[in-house]
Structure formats: C-alpha cells, structure tokens
Nanobody, 115 residues
Framework: QVQLVESGGGSVQAGGSLRLSCAAS????????MAWYRQAPGKQREMVAILTNLGYTNYADSVKGRFTISRDNAKNTVYLQMNGLEPQDTAVYYC?????????WGQGTQVTVSS
C-alpha cells in the first residue's frame, strides 16, 4: 500500500499564492505519474495538473500560466505552486499518483479564495 499525505491548503484572498505538497510513503514501486485534481462544491472532480516520470506536464486551461506542478523524487513528493489565485479556484484539492500503474488518492486539502 501507498499512503499520500497532503498539506498546504488554506484561505487566501484573490491574487494570493499557496503551495500544496503531497508526500508519498509506503510500498512505493515506481511512480509513473503524479497529479493534482480538485473538486468544487456541486461539481465533478477535475484534473488540475499532471507530471509524468518523463517530465511531461499538462495543465487545465483554467490554471495555465498560474499553477506549476513539480516533484522531488528523493522525497517522493509532488508540489503544486498556485499563484494568482481566483475565487473560482476554491475547491478541495486531491493528490493522485500512479505507482506501478495503480492509482492512489490523498485525503484532500481545502483551498478557499475570497474576493
């Protein structure tokens, strides 16, 4: 089993920044993909950013140019730097990894952006 522990959520005003972290531990074999998803109240969960072990990245159109995903392989940790936050970024953010092509999810961390 792999455990994911997220941190870094909180409340900020529009235009502010937050950095989310997600540390993976346990029986890690080979993390292929690390990603962040989010789910706003009444909406479906959506992909925010993806980073593969080959360095490929992809972002939701709504966050391009504002959010940056990165990872520290030595720490099995993925980060999401969020700048220029907007009220519509308010959601629970979930870390997701594929380890040996098995998906794992974090518990979620709340991000609230006020106008």
């Amino acid at each position: 089993q792999v455990q994911l522990v997220e941190s870094g959520g909180g409340s900020v005003q529009a235009g502010g920044s937050l950095r989310l972290s997600c540390a993976a531990s346990g029986n890690i074999f080979n993390i292929n993909v690390m990603a962040w998803y989010r789910q706003a109240p009444g909406k479906q969960r959506e992909m925010v950013a993806i980073l593969t072990n080959l360095g490929y990245t992809n972002y939701a159109d709504s966050v391009k140019g504002r959010f940056t995903i990165s990872r520290d392989n030595a720490k099995n940790t993925v980060y999401l730097q969020m700048n220029g936050l907007e009220p519509q970024d308010t959601a629970v953010y979930y870390c997701n990894i594929l380890d040996n092509n098995r998906p794992y999810w974090g518990q979620g961390t709340q991000v609230t952006v006020s106008s």
